[in-house]
């Protein structure tokens, strides 16, 4: 797979604080920051229920560049995944949250659904400039297995 065929490849990735750290987040917190951005984005909680799949979840919109994509947010574990998206969008989100929803000095670590289904570890998110950061997460595709 070329260079071009990966920076387009669409996968979900998640992202949440370091191990043995928090965020501190609420839903009302990532809905005011999702609305001062977009004030029209949707936004709902499914407050869960008992069974294999327990806890509430936030489902949100958001503009990432020139894409519309969808996300999810829970409190317990905490963290934010953004689905259907490339390495690049990817990156803009993470920028994102680094000025909107990570509290000063925290780090971020992610993976992705292929990541996880190749039981990789989540990794750090580098604070380094755009082109750098979308790096990292091709290079992590590439790892994944999830290209063959």
Same mark, same amino acid.
């Given at each position: 797979?070329?260079?071009?065929?990966?920076?387009?490849l669409?996968?979900?990735?998640v992202f949440?604080?370091?191990?043995?750290?928090?965020?501190?987040?609420?839903? *009302?917190? $990532?809905?005011?920051?999702?609305?001062?951005?977009? &004030?029209d984005?949707? #936004?709902? $909680?499914?407050e869960?229920?008992?069974?294999?799949?327990?806890?509430? #979840?936030?489902h949100?919109?958001?503009?990432?560049?020139e894409?519309?994509?969808e996300?999810?947010?829970?409190?317990?574990?905490?963290g934010?995944?953004?689905?259907?998206c490339?390495?690049?969008?990817?990156? @803009?989100?993470?920028?994102w949250l680094?000025?909107? $929803?990570?509290?000063?000095?925290?780090?971020i670590?992610?993976n &992705? @659904?292929?990541g996880?289904?190749?039981?990789?570890?989540?990794?750090?998110?580098? *604070?380094?400039?755009r082109p750098?950061? #979308?790096?990292?997460f091709?290079?992590?595709?590439? #790892?994944?297995?999830?290209?063959?």
């Open positions: 797979m070329d260079a071009s065929e990966l920076a387009e669409r996968a979900m990735y949440g604080p370091a191990e043995g750290s928090t965020w501190g987040l609420t839903y *009302q917190g $990532i809905e005011a920051n999702l609305r001062e951005r977009e &004030t984005t949707f #936004v709902r $909680i499914d869960g229920e008992e069974g294999p799949v327990r806890g509430s #979840v936030m949100f919109g958001i503009t990432v560049g894409e519309e994509l996300g999810m947010a829970k409190l317990s574990p905490a934010i995944a953004i689905e259907d490339t390495a690049l969008a990817a990156a @803009e989100f993470v920028k680094w000025g909107s $929803i990570v509290p000063d000095g925290s780090s670590t992610f &992705t @659904e292929w996880l289904e190749a039981g990789l570890p989540d990794a750090l998110v580098p *604070q380094v400039p750098r950061l #979308v790096a990292t091709l290079a992590h595709l590439e #790892v994944t297995g999830g290209l063959d």
